[in-house]
C-alpha cells in the first residue's frame, strides 16, 4: 500500500480549479518517504497549488546501487500516482490539464523516466 499527503491552501484559480504538484522525495531508491518534502509541499500550496507528497517503494538500504527493479518500481509509483491524481482531480479541487511533478534525486529520476 502506498500513500500520499495532499496540502491545498490557498486556491484562487480560474474556474475554481488549482493547478498540482507531485512531489517524490530522494534517498538512493532505499530510504525515505512523503514527509521529506512536507515544507516543500506547503510552500507551494501557500503559493495556490495543490500538493501530493507520495511514497514509493524502496530497495534494501544495504544494497550499495540501487537495483534496476527498485527504479522500475519507483518509476512505476510515480506513474500510479499521477494517474489517481488525474482521476480524482475534481474531487481535489484540481485542474486535471495542469498538474506536473518535482522530485529530487531519486524522485527527479523517476518523474524524468516516466512515459505517459
Request: charged share 20%.
Amino acid at each position: 500500500l502506498l500513500m500520499l499527503t495532499m496540502c491545498k491552501l490557498n486556491t484562487s484559480s480560474r474556474h475554481g480549479l488549482a493547478p498540482a504538484i507531485v512531489l517524490m522525495h530522494g534517498g538512493s531508491f532505499a530510504i525515505g518517504d512523503r514527509t521529506w518534502l512536507g515544507g516543500e509541499a506547503k510552500h507551494l500550496a501557500r503559493h495556490g497549488f495543490v500538493t501530493f507528497t507520495i511514497d514509493y517503494r524502496k530497495e534494501s538500504p544495504a544494497m550499495l546501487l540501487p537495483g534496476v527493479g527498485a527504479v522500475k518500481a519507483a518509476i512505476d509509483d510515480a506513474k500510479a500516482a499521477v494517474r489517481f491524481v488525474v482521476r480524482h482531480a475534481e474531487e481535489f479541487g484540481v485542474d486535471a490539464g495542469r498538474i506536473a511533478t518535482w522530485g529530487v534525486s531519486a524522485g527527479a529520476m523517476a518523474f524524468g523516466s516516466m512515459e505517459f
